[in-house]
């Protein structure tokens, strides 16, 4: 069967579970990265069979999130939080971005190599002035080399603990600066330590695309002062607690009278 960049395929050994993207083939090995999941993988060629439809989920996950928003437009005004979303795949930001955008977000959106956040986190706040900063992009846990609390088993979570640490020298309070941190596999204990709000992965296990907007986007469309529902919030994502976690925090949304 004949593959090219672009196609999305399925690999047969993990029983065809998840959907990728082809993003390149060298000498019959293809990386591929997942359609929902912020999953980056590679597989010989032999391994993968085509699929005809990318099952993304991105519009009924809005369509819901949507339908969930409860306001009285006729006599209040409403400004929602603002968000900085800082992300390792563009691909993936740009999902995010049209989600924000469906949701009423004001939003900005930076495509930064996992490795340099840390230097430039600081900055960014400084310029955006977000109510809500997003650290995401691709990690995973090597389970084969060592136990899940040493970081160096992981491929970016040193990196998201590091950027944590840096907006935290420059705003300490956990309520007026939101940090939602993470992807896929990610040591979720130390970077709720490291100051974030919520974090993946409690269960190390893989996080869809628009998770870190969704909770993003609960937390924005909150009454500011008023602690959000966190347990309810979290069931909003694909794999609930199993794949973010966080603590109870304040929302960051103004309501004003009259319209």
């Known amino acids: 069967m004949n593959f090219k960049i672009g196609d999305l395929v399925s690999r047969n050994s993990y029983n065809n579970d998840i959907i ?3 993003m390149d083939i060298n000498n019959n090995i293809v990386l591929l990265r997942g359609v929902d999941l912020r999953l980056y993988a590679d597989a010989d060629i032999s391994d993968l069979v085509k699929e005809n439809d990318n099952n993304s989920d991105d519009e009924s996950i809005i369509k819901r999130n949507i339908s969930e928003i409860n306001m009285d437009r006729d006599n ?4 929602p939080g603002r968000v900085l979303h800082i992300d390792g795949d563009r ?24 490795k340099s956040v840390s230097e430039k986190i600081i900055s960014l706040i400084k310029d955006y002035k977000p109510d809500i900063v997003v650290i995401t992009g ?19 979570s040193a990196n998201f603990v ?14 007026k600066l939101i940090i939602i941190a993470g992807a896929c596999q990610s040591n979720y204990e130390k970077l709720i330590q490291a100051g974030a709000n919520f974090a993946s992965s409690p269960k190390r296990i893989n996080i869809h695309a628009l998770d870190p907007a969704i909770i993003a986007t609960s937390i924005a469309l909150s009454d500011r002062g008023q602690s959000i529902d966190l347990i309810n919030m979290i069931k909003k994502t694909k794999y609930g607690s199993d ?17």
């Open 243 to 259: 794949g973010i976690g966080g603590i109870i925090t304040n929302g960051t949304m103004y309501v004003g009278y009259p319209r």
């Open 138 to 156: 691709h990690d995973a846990f090597y389970s084969k080399i060592g136990n899940e609390d040493d970081l160096n088993n992981y491929e970016n």
């Open 20 to 22: 990728f993207e082809i």
């Open 91 to 114: 691909v993936y930001l740009n999902r995010c971005m049209k989600f924000y955008k469906s949701m009423g977000i004001k939003a900005n959106g930076i495509t930064l190599d996992e």
């Open 76 to 79: 209040y005004f409403y400004i």
């Open 162 to 175: 590091a950027a944590i640490k840096e907006a935290r020298k420059y705003e300490r309070g956990q309520d």
